[in-house]
């Protein structure tokens, strides 16, 4: 065989093998219906009284499709839809809202305010109506959450046992620090709590100051400790993604619960990228569809 014989041949080796793969929902839309095309639909979510306003992303097809809820972190300057867009590729709706006391929704921002919400959002997808409305599958229902929102889809799942996958990226463990504060120590927390923020890290929330926050942290500890929530959370598959932002630590403390509770699907995966993952978005989006893809099987 000639050397321009095997390289003609690898060419066609090479254009077969990729004939074979599916396309990446990351960067190719799918084939359109035009019977019910892909839409986005601004939604409103009743959670105590306030609506938790955002967009849904409708997958193309009549469905009923399975469904991700996109919880941003706090106070959630990245809102990480371009995840939701490709996830909405891969033929799923995805739901994103804001919390209450933040970005203009009205109410008081409080971290027991966000776990209300999580679960508010939850039941939302668990209405008939809503269900036939969106064209969701309640079956199928996933939660991502980036930073804080890797919190509250954990505390989510925990307290929904019918989720059927959770992927938390860069989740904060809110209460983690001072778990083993003692009772008098308060003052200490809400110090380190305060010391902490960031310049505008409070600028999209109402009803709260970074004391109030710190006070709040300190004296719902245990609820707001994402370690309590693996028992809870270890008959289902997980994927936690971790970055260089100083979360890895207490993610992969989570992980090892994870798999000493028994949950065998459990992932962790890192990216030496920054707490947005600035530099591995792409990398990112194709772990996160790898990983719903499994999680959606019925």
Known sequence: MTLR???????????????????????????????????????????????????????????????????????????????????????????????????????????????????????????????????????RIVLVGHSMGGFAVASAAAHDPRVAGVVMISAWNIAGPYANLADDQESVAVAKFVAGQKKNNLAPLTGCTAESLGHEVFRKRKQLNFLNFAPALASRPVLIVTSNDGLASANQTLYEALRKAGDQRAQIVHFATDHSYSGARIALEEKILQSLSSMATR
Not at 61 to 68: E, K, Q, S, W
Not at 72 to 97: K, T
Not at 111 to 136: G, I, Q
């Open 5 to 139: 014989s095997i390289f003609a041949a690898i060419v066609l080796s090479t254009a077969a093998l990729h004939a074979q793969m599916p396309a990446s929902a990351v960067s190719t839309d799918p084939a359109p219906d035009q019977a019910a095309p892909p839409s986005m639909v601004q939604v409103s979510v009743p959670s105590h009284g306030e609506q938790l306003l955002g967009v849904f992303y409708l997958a193309t097809g009549a469905g009923p499709h399975p469904t991700a809820i996109v919880m941003h972190g706090f106070p959630g300057y990245e809102q990480n839809l371009d995840i939701a867009q490709a996830i909405r590729r891969a033929g799923w709706n995805v739901m994103a809202v804001h919390y209450r006391g933040s970005w203009g929704m009205k109410g008081d921002f409080s971290f027991t305010h966000v776990v209300e919400d999580a679960d508010a959002e939850v039941a939302f997808l668990r209405d008939p109506a809503v269900d036939a409305k969106y064209h969701v599958d309640p079956s």
